[in-house]
């Protein structure tokens, strides 16, 4: 397709492109409950290969700022870079699955790849799109929550088919992304690419106090979100089990729990429009912060209910982070965008560490009541987004 043509459609090529790259992210977690079966991973296995793949993702992003990548080099062109390595390493996972120390290293590198799609694919629309950017941001981050979801649908269409088929189709989506954005290139809305940026001035924005608070709204939600879509398909298996219903359909449902966000995204993308990116990050996160709250209080009740509810949750539970970018982007320097946003997601994925690490080390203890260990996020971001005036 000639770059022209992709040109007169830029979001949509973006967008669709964050969607098959970052299939990447949750591709081990979608066939988890294969590996388990297979190879013996317990939930604790599972959880330190999610929080492999975040520590390089935050490595990657503190790379991205400290060597200037983000802002010397064309966006699309580590974003392709980036897709196309992501893909070939994610692809090696299957090779070394059975080694547990090789598989972390596998998963750590995909996560440095992944610093070379998120934030870039961030920093593109920005170039494409400098007006509405919340609802630009809204379908990236809506498309990168249904690339995250994808492996999970995957999984539930191979199921009978061996797990290492959902982890190489991943793959071969993340070459489709490199090859669309490589074709359609940078935006005209940003200043070409300079000189090298050391690591302090991605910090910089810090100073301002308007960046402070998207930032510490941002970093309060990162705490809650991964954390939530690490254990869906455990609260997911859980209530099925109390149905006595067919655990096939776990990765059915633990799609669209997490796929859900995306119409979230969208949404509060739309209404950012008329009521600002700022009502609606503290609508979302207020919300998410009330279910992490009362859904270990309802355990007893219908599972229906508590499946509706982790419906409400994955919707949204993500809603807010594309506004929360916006008002970030908004209040960057200028011609530090790409740092400033990738320091931003290092300190951001950062927290979601060890919120990943306690949920999957006490599902077994506290079944539930682990969902009052995501709490703090969603109660620290509203703090700091309620005294904001963005």
């Known amino acids: 397709m000639p770059a022209e043509t992709l040109s007169r459609f830029p979001l949509a090529v973006i967008v669709a492109a964050q969607f098959l790259g970052t299939s990447l992210w949750f591709s081990v977690n979608g066939v988890g409950l294969s590996l388990g079966q297979e190879l013996g991973l317990t939930e604790t296995d599972l959880g330190r290969l999610t929080i492999a793949t975040q520590a390089g993702f935050i490595l990657g992003t503190l790379a991205l700022a400290a060597t200037g990548l983000a802002d010397r080099f064309r966006a699309s062109r580590v974003f392709a870079v980036a897709a196309v390595l992501g ?128 930032a510490l709204g941002y970093f309060g939600h990162c705490w809650e979100l991964y954390a939530f879509w690490t254990l869906t398909p455990l609260l997911v298996a859980r209530e099925l089990q109390r149905l006595g219903a067919d655990q096939a359909l776990v990765p059915w449902l633990a799609f669209l729990v997490i796929a859900l966000g995306l119409v979230g995204c969208v949404y509060g993308g739309r209404v950012s429009r008329g009521r600002g990116s700022l009502w609606v990050a503290r609508a979302a996160l207020a919300t998410s912060g009330l279910l992490c709250l009362v859904y270990p209080l309802l355990g007893s009740l219908s599972p229906f209910l508590l499946l509706a509810l982790l419906l409400l949750w994955g919707f949204t539970v993500i809603a807010d982070s594309p506004q929360l970018s916006a008002l970030a982007a908004a209040t960057a320097p200028r011609d530090r965008v790409g740092s400033t946003l990738a320091v931003m997601n290092a300190i951001g994925f950062a927290l979601t560490i060890p919120a990943i690490f306690l949920v999957s080390e006490f599902w077994s203890a506290l079944d539930l009541r682990v969902a009052w260990l995501l709490l703090p996020g969603p109660v620290v971001g509203l703090f700091y987004l309620c005294r904001a005036r963005l």
């Open 87 to 214: 893909a070939l390493i994610n692809g090696a996972f299957v090779l070394v699955a059975w080694q547990p120390a090789a598989a972390l290293v596998m998963r750590f590198a995909t996560g440095i790849c992944l610093a070379g799609i998120y934030p870039l694919g961030m920093k593109l629309v920005i170039s494409w799109t400098p007006r509405h950017t919340g609802a630009a941001l809204a379908w990236l981050v809506g498309m990168l929550t249904l690339g995250t979801a994808v492996p999970h649908l995957l999984r539930g269409a191979t199921l009978g088919l061996p797990w290492q088929w959902p982890l190489l189709t991943a793959s071969l989506l993340a070459l489709v992304a490199a090859w669309l954005i490589r074709a359609l290139g940078d935006g005209p809305h940003l200043p070409p690419p300079g000189r090298k940026k050391p690591l302090r001035e991605g910090f910089a924005a810090f100073a301002s106090g308007d960046f402070r608070a998207a």
